[in-house]
């Protein structure tokens, strides 16, 4: 069966632009998270979805990020005026109550 | 100080070892722990799941837990070199937050024929 879906696998791009990572995760899994893993950090917690609404954005770094989820199912996460600091892979993973599933992630690197 | 803490390694072991991998933790509200295993260019997959302090067993691996030294290991018997992976010890605080993980950096093991 289909598992977490991310795209683009690898994204590179210039200091100042805005970047999109999208996500489409298991049918049916309520849940929706959003991590960060890079190699200074490990892995971090961003923001979590339960259905389309987020109750907790407390791991975004700063407000140049941002996350939507539209109909219970795809979420973006966009990133405006990109900086090298923000290069990491982006995972996103999904769940109904329990065990969560992973992507492979999004590589994003800031020149 | 993180509030997870895990020896990054590389760790190297012969086929065949027994392999012991740790982290500890400081927050008194993490209730549930987790091992994740990440293979290179993907995504963690979760590998042991536990609640309370004592041991967990699945085949080759064991979880253990001691909730009052907060301190929480993996042992993986017989090592394969399809073990070779980063482990990950994770932890969360529980109910609505169960997803809201708390990772370790990662140990990268290499277990070689």
């Known amino acids: 069966g289909a598992g977490v879906s991310q795209s683009p696998s690898n994204k590179v791009t210039e200091k100042g632009k805005d970047v999109e990572l999208r996500c489409d995760p298991i049918s049916g899994h309520t849940a929706l998270y959003w991590y960060r893993q890079s190699l200074g950090q490990g892995l971090e917690f961003l923001i979590y979805f339960q259905g389309n609404s987020a109750p907790d954005k407390s791991g975004l770094p700063s407000d140049r990020f941002s996350a939507e989820r539209t109909g219970g199912s795809v979420s973006t996460l966009t990133i405006q005026r990109t900086q090298q600091e923000d290069s990491a892979v982006y995972l996103c993973a999904s769940s109904t109550s329990g065990e969560l599933f992973f992507g492979e992630g999004s590589r994003l690197t800031v020149l | 100080q993180k509030e997870v803490e895990q020896d990054p390694g590389p760790l190297s072991v012969p086929e065949g070892a027994i392999v012991s991998l740790n982290c500890t933790y400081s927050?008194?509200?993490?209730?549930?722990f987790m091992w994740y295993r990440q293979y290179s260019r993907k995504g963690p997959e979760l590998l042991m799941y536990?609640?309370?302090?004592g041991n967990k067993e699945d085949g080759r691996f064991t979880a253990q837990v001691d909730k009052s030294s907060k301190y929480i290991s993996l042992f993986i018997r017989d090592s394969q070199p399809s073990d070779s992976a980063t482990y990950l010890c994770a932890t969360n605080a529980g109910g609505t937050s169960y997803g809201k993980l708390t990772f370790g950096q990662g140990t990268i093991l290499t277990v070689h024929p």
């Open positions: 927050n008194s509200a993490f209730q549930y």
């Open positions: 536990t609640y309370s302090s």
